[in-house]
DNA sequence: TCAAAAGTGTTAGGCTTACACCCATGC
DNA sequence: GCATGGGTGTAAGCCTAACACTTTTGA
């Protein structure tokens, strides 16, 4: 195929992005991870991503690469960070524009493709050894989603358009790792006018049934407070 | 000189940094900028930046650019966010990695270079027409600024190593465009345990000599409360 | 009737905010 | 002695955090 016909009068790097795609599964936050089909690093797990084309816009490359090579889409995504090393990638210079993304933990099937011998989700604590530098990638996604947690509606990107207070609860206690006070917790969250009774109610198992909730402006991730 | 030697199997995107340094100048937030000698938007102004070496670090480059062309370094420096539309820079793709920096208001007189017909302080408030996105990076590194005045002790990189808490509230004021209170400001900043008296005295004035305080440790922008 | 999760208020303490006068110096 | 900025404490209100029992349902 192409034969290193694209030349400059300078060195160029080459531009990936890469994608943190988090997700609470079995009550656990998780991260989706493929499995490397080609060298280098071939048979490691690594973040989701690919090259940029040169007429794409980046977090455009991300979406992309996230669906060619996990199946997954329609999800929230922001920019984290930018990794340039001159020693990170073992090919030749490589720039990653990593981004950060969540989603819904139901129904996020991933499947396998040409780039990525599979993909599956891990819990963020049992990680496997990581290709490149993306363990250092995760980590810093990872702090990026626990900080955001207190001063934006990020949560609300975690759970379905339509929740329990409950479920929401069990959001933000998964990703701080504590429990939380029920009664303290649902004054606060309805304190801030950021949802709203659907009217409906969740009749599901032997108990109680509990109203369901929704984003009063679902399309966006606010900053509050 | 180099006549397009350096090829490769897929087009590559040029990678450059891009700076916004701020500082404080006669009371009011002002930020650097450079007028271009070259085309394209030769004569107009811009962000200190330029392409990055390929065995450079992307740190490395921003801060070697903002030395080259205004003769500046030592700064707080940390990235901003990554620009990668693909209509940027009518040249070719350029991906523009982008810092935020602060520098102490005193005794940073820029000067010109081969890329920079000549480099000057502008109030924010007072922007001349910016060449590329630049308008847009810096609003952006304005909006990082001020909120991580709240959660942080980036603040102390606009000072002197040593400054009065009147010099420190001022800085406050001008970021944040509002009078605070001086009893609550100065009880605030010493109950962090983030600031120290030195022992000395300003006495500049015909008035109360000042107290001149340090940064416990200075090394660190650190993340309060 | 029992088990399981939903739902609901009050109080104490801590933090934030508002506010006004004396102090040390140079001229 | 006067003008200039430096330095200091208290009280009210608001927000945060702690805490336990009743409700509704399915089995």
Same mark, same amino acid.
């Given at each position: ?25 079995? &009550?656990?936050?998780?991260?989706? =991870?493929? &499995?490397? $089909?080609?060298?280098?690093?071939? %048979?490691?797990?690594?973040?989701? %991503? /690919?090259?940029? #084309? *040169?007429? @794409?816009? =980046? ?6 690469? +996230?669906?060619?090579?996990? /199946? ?14 001159? &020693?990170?990638?073992?090919? @030749? ?8 993304? +969540?989603? &819904?933990? #139901? ?9 990525? $011998? ?8 049992? +990680? !496997? $050894?990581?290709?490149? #530098?993306?363990?250092?990638? *995760?980590? =810093? ?19 379905? /358009? ?25 004054? %606060?969250? =309805?304190?801030?006018? *950021?949802?709203? @009774?659907? %009217?409906?109610?969740?009749?599901? /198992?032997?108990?109680?049934? $509990? ?6 402006? !679902?399309?966006?991730? @606010?900053?509050?407070?």
């Amino acid at each position: 195929m192409a034969a290193k016909k694209h030349c400059y009068d300078y060195p160029h790097p080459a531009v990936t992005t890469d994608v943190v795609l988090f997700a609470i599964r079995q &009550q656990t936050l998780s991260v989706l =991870l493929i &499995q490397r $089909a080609n060298d280098p690093f071939q %048979g490691m797990w690594a973040l989701p %991503g /690919g090259f940029l #084309d *040169i007429d @794409e816009d =980046l977090e455009s490359c991300a979406k992309r690469e +996230l669906m060619e090579e996990t /199946g997954i889409e329609a999800v929230y995504l922001e920019q984290l960070y930018t990794f340039g090393n001159p &020693q990170r990638d073992p090919r @030749e210079r490589i720039i990653s524009v990593t981004y950060f993304a +969540l989603s &819904q933990s #139901d129904s996020l099937s991933p499947k396998a493709s040409s780039d990525a $011998a599979q993909a599956a989700w891990f819990p963020i604590d049992e +990680l !496997p $050894a990581l290709a490149f #530098d993306h363990s250092e990638i *995760i980590q =810093l996604a990872r702090r990026r989603l626990l900080s955001k947690l207190s001063y934006s509606t990020i949560a609300f990107q975690m759970l379905p /358009g339509r929740f329990t207070l409950s479920q929401l609860q069990s959001v933000y206690e998964i990703l701080l790792d504590e429990n939380l006070d029920k009664r303290n917790f649902r004054k %606060g969250m =309805l304190a801030r006018n *950021i949802i709203e @009774e659907t %009217g409906e109610y969740s009749r599901s /198992g032997n108990h109680r049934p $509990a109203k369901i909730y929704r984003v009063v402006n !679902p399309s966006r991730v @606010e900053i509050i407070k």
